[in-house]
């Protein structure tokens, strides 16, 4: 049982598209997401320093165009994973895959997500950290202790702390023990409270899409790691997910109860990989960074 997972924001690098546009269809393809979410990637994904794609408008539909080609890219033989799931954003992603929007609609909702959370972001400055290591309990109570929020439990032994900036600071200064704090470079403390202005206007772009489809493979939900088998219902979850914590802990639980043999990151991969050899210890794994790595997805695949 192979699943392919799509990663969240913060997996982006500059110039990260570029190999995948020499691709043969891959710059009309993108052209056409650019023009959905209201962002040039071509020029971002290729041009853009580490700054300007930090953006919350530009990285949001990047990493999910990236992942969407991606995904296009490994199934266009006719291969096909036995299940797949999104990080945060790449949850859009994940919906194209399962079927339940088709590309241009993800790629627009995700253009609004992202302009949406940037909104949000810009009424409180506010920030996320990553707690890497020490023990579930104390971590947790720490970051409740800063008036701070858990926004994402993503297993392995790392839980995103999300909140006002001096709150984050001064877990920093004061890490649990047997923890490491580290900044992520992101505008704001997404999937909090914090973001609760953001959901509306998600609601409404959600409310616009005519065409959904139940999905037609396993889609799991960050929500609680279950399985849906509702399109409509995932897209409720797409905006319940903006304001509350992701639950990558619970995804990877439902996969090892469900007995994965393998797990398939789209581009721009990494992150998801990272967590997996932590939390599925022993499953074989294929970061898709580049087009070259998709010979070992296929391979996976296969076996």
Request: aromatic residues 4%; negative net charge; charged residues 15%.
């Amino acid at each position: 049982m192979i699943v392919v997972v799509c990663p969240g924001q913060g997996s982006q690098t500059p110039g990260f598209l570029a190999p995948w546009l020499e691709l043969d269809g891959a710059a009309g393809r993108l052209a056409a997401f650019s023009d959905a979410a209201q962002v040039d990637l071509v020029a971002h994904g290729t041009e853009s320093d580490a700054d300007t794609i930090r953006d919350t408008r530009i990285a949001q539909p990047l990493i999910v165009a990236a992942s969407v080609l991606a995904w296009e890219q490994l199934t266009q033989g006719g291969a096909r994973p036995d299940g797949v799931a999104g990080h945060s954003v790449g949850e859009i992603a994940a919906l194209v895959a399962a079927g339940v929007i088709d590309a241009e609609a993800g790629l627009a909702l995700v253009g609004v997500r992202g302009r949406a959370m940037a909104d949000a972001a810009a009424l409180v400055e506010t920030g996320m950290s990553a707690v890497v290591g020490g023990v579930e309990e104390q971590v947790l109570e720490a970051i409740a202790a800063n008036d701070l929020t858990p926004a994402n439990y993503n297993g392995g032994g790392q839980i995103v702390a999300a909140g006002a900036l001096p709150g984050l600071a001064a877990l920093s200064e004061a890490a649990p023990r047997g923890a490491r704090v580290i900044p992520l470079q992101v505008a704001g403390a997404f999937h909090t409270a914090f973001m609760a202005p953001a959901q509306a206007t998600l609601q409404a772009a959600v409310d616009g899409i005519t065409n959904v489809a139940d999905p037609a493979l396993p889609l799991w939900t960050n929500s609680d790691g279950t399985t849906l088998t509702s399109g409509s219902r995932a897209l409720e979850l797409i905006v319940h997910q903006v304001a509350n914590p992701v639950r990558w802990d619970l995804c990877m639980a439902s996969f090892a109860e469900q007995g994965i043999t393998g797990v398939i990151e789209l581009a721009p991969a990494g992150a998801l990989v990272g967590l997996a050899k932590r939390g599925l210890r022993g499953v074989p794994s294929v970061a898709v960074k580049t087009p070259e790595d998709l010979a070992a997805a296929l391979e996976l695949l296969a076996a």
